[in-house]
């Protein structure tokens, strides 16, 4: 084993051990299920509204991401499609681009 990879290691067994170290006592600091799930209600409104951001984000990503590369893979289908028979189209984001250059 290299000394980098023992180096990489040991990093990883130290943060492997401080995260244990931490989830073991905020589980034995927890009485019961509510405690767990609700935080012990000791949450303040701040902390609450960056989680609901965070989740209402996190959704959002996994929907609109997909689509987002469905819609690129349509296009470049198309415009292959279209490029085989000697024809030429100008995509939604070429005639945007194209107005805004003559705005300039």
Do not use: H
């Not at 006592?25 to 409104?45: H, P, Q, T, W």
């Not at 499609?81 to 945007?96: F, M, R, T, W």
Request: aromatic share 12%.
């Amino acid at each position: 084993m290299e000394r980098m990879e023992l180096a990489t290691l040991v990093r990883f067994v130290v943060y492997l051990v401080v995260l244990l170290g931490i989830g073991f006592y905020f589980y034995r600091k927890n009485v019961s299920i509510e405690d767990y799930l609700l935080g012990g209600r000791g949450m303040g409104a701040w902390v609450t509204a960056l989680s609901a951001q965070a989740s209402d984000m996190s959704g959002r990503l996994y929907e609109i991401v997909p689509g987002f590369i469905g819609n690129c893979m349509v296009i470049f289908l198309i415009n292959m499609i279209v490029k085989q028979k000697d024809a030429k189209i100008l995509s939604g984001y070429e005639e945007v681009i194209g107005i805004i250059k003559k705005v300039k």
